[in-house]
Structures are given as C-alpha cells and as structure tokens.
C-alpha cells in the first residue's frame, strides 16, 4: 500500500490514513476523497483536530495555495462526503454479490465472512453471535438500520455481513471506507448516525 507524509505532523502513513487535499476552483482547498483531483495535493491524517490546527497555522495555505473556507462546516461537510462515500460503497458491493443483508440469512451462511455492519441500536447479543459465527476481521456500526436497509432497497437492516472471496478489492475498499469514516466522525464530534 502506498504511503505518504502528512504535511502537519511529518509522519509517513497508508493513505487510508490520510484525506487528500487540493485547491478547489474557488480558491478553497477541498477534501479529495477519491484521491483523482487534479492539482498538487497534500495529505492530512484522518482526523479533525489536525486539520484544525493545519488550518490554523496557515499550512494547506502554503502547500496547496488555498485554505480552508470555514474549518467547522468544511469538518461538518467531510463527514457527509466520508459517509456518503461509504455507502456508495457498500452499494457497489451488495451489486457485486459481497454483502448479505439480514440476521437469518447470516445465521444460515455457509460463506466466509470478513466484516459485519451493524445498525447502532442492534442486538448486542446478536451481534456477538453473529461475530462468532462468522469469525468475522471487523465490525462496524457506523450506518443506521435505514441507511443498511436503504443498501438492499428496504426500510431498515439491522445487520450486513460482507463476503471475503467474492471480490477481495471492493471488501477492502468498504472496510478503508468505513475505517476513515469512523476515524473522522469520531475525532470531529460529529455523530457517525
């Protein structure tokens, strides 16, 4: 995985540890979450409190040319843009065959599973044995029962097991996706739900 330094603290991190930024044509730098921007880019560790003191020392000034239009919003609006990421995500991936939705279905899977998304106000217990079952890497429980449930075109989900063979990239894709995610929304006191 390819690594680059974070232009405030100096350390060499996987990119999915960090949020990519440009100069945006309105002369404000903007995140860059698909990394595909054009422009001379600089790299700031996923996490809100560096990118407040990053804009408070001027540095994406320097680097990319431009700042911050208003560091809160612009917080505020990279976890929107992190969350709706995710989700594209996890729909790409319900389309490719990698994700099962429900507690019944998981329960009664034979297929090797590497992570479970899970709505916040689940089962517990639930949770726990279907975590078991599956020995699943990861858990998540970044998106709400609608927002799962919107993933399969129903009103609500409880739990979504993701697939380890069916397409390895997308489940990695998903779990950096959602890494990123819960890594920002945590650090920015922004409610992940």
């Known amino acids: 995985m390819a690594e680059r330094t974070c232009i405030l603290s100096g350390k060499t991190l996987p990119r ?21 921007l054009p422009g001379r880019g600089a790299w700031i560790e996923v996490d809100a409190d560096s990118l407040r003191r990053a804009d408070g020392k001027g540095v994406l000034q320097r680097r990319v040319g431009a700042g911050l239009r208003d560091v809160e919003d612009d917080i505020g609006r990279i976890v929107s843009m992190m969350r ?17 939705g429900g507690a019944g279905k998981l329960a009664a899977a034979t297929d090797e599973f590497v992570g479970l998304l899970a709505a916040p106000d689940a089962s517990e217990r639930e949770l726990r044995r ?11 429980r970044l998106f709400s029962a ?38 920002f929304s945590a650090s920015s006191g922004c409610q992940a739900g």
């Open 16 to 36: 999915e540890r960090l949020i990519r930024f440009v100069a945006g044509p309105d002369g404000f730098a903007v995140a860059d979450l698909a990394e595909k």
């Open 84 to 100: 709706g990421r995710a989700l594209a995500t996890a729909g790409l991936a319900r389309r490719a065959g990698c994700l099962v």
């Open 130 to 140: 279907l975590s078991s079952r599956l020995g699943v890497e990861w858990v998540t």
């Open 146 to 183: 609608q927002e799962l449930g919107s993933i399969f075109g129903r009103n609500s989900l409880a739990f979504v097991g993701v697939h380890a063979g069916r397409s390895k990239n997308l489940a990695e894709s998903l779990r950096c996706d959602m890494d990123r995610l819960g890594a």
